[in-house]
């Protein structure tokens, strides 16, 4: 089995790798993002915790996390948001470490925005970072998540930059033109 892990700030384009990976190479996929949000529903020990450290007043009428509400406040405040990483750790990455020894595929890919925050990175065999020109970023995180420019480029401000990411991995893909260009630059590195 080879675990690889992919990483990137919003807006790079990791999920696109992780398709690509999932149909070419027949990898199976465990998104730390999904994961949060299946451990994040009403009614779970992640959500109690997450209420506990930022009031109920980011709970919808429904019972569930209003994920807007609690961006916003995680992208204004630091502290905030490194109280929120750290009991993400606690629940998101135990639960990445089960479902990966339950796998298996041959080849089982990683999707992590806080790949390294959360020493992921030491499980898997290699790095990709997935990059993209900043405007790039801001221009699909904008139509993705219906937000502003501004708010946009908040978020990006509080993730680590192209640099940390290049400084970091074993391998970069560089998602600033077509599929077919990701195909090739993914074709290069040993699957």
Do not use: W
């Amino acid at each position: 089995m080879k675990i690889i892990g992919i990483t990137g700030s919003s807006g790079a384009g990791k999920d696109t790798v992780c398709a690509i990976l999932e149909e070419k190479y027949n990898a199976e996929i465990v998104d730390a993002d999904k994961i949060a949000k299946e451990l994040s529903k009403k009614g779970t020990m992640y959500l109690k915790s997450i209420v506990n450290c930022f009031g109920s007043g980011i709970i919808d009428n429904k019972g569930e996390l209003n994920r807007k509400k609690l961006a916003n406040i995680i992208f204004e405040d630091e502290a905030k948001r490194e109280e929120l990483n750290k009991l993400t750790f606690i629940h998101v990455v135990d639960e990445i470490k089960k479902r990966i020894n339950h796998l298996k595929k041959k080849i089982i890919v990683v999707n992590a925005p806080l790949l390294y925050e959360s020493n992921l990175n030491q499980i898997c065999d290699f790095v990709i970072a997935v990059i993209a020109d900043r405007n790039k970023q801001i221009n699909r995180v904008m139509k993705r998540d219906g937000i502003t420019k501004e708010e946009a480029e908040k978020r990006l401000n509080a993730q680590n930059s192209n640099e940390f990411f290049t400084e970091n991995a074993e391998y970069i893909i560089y998602n600033n033109e077509d599929i077919k260009n990701i195909e090739e630059q993914i074709a290069k590195i040993k699957i």
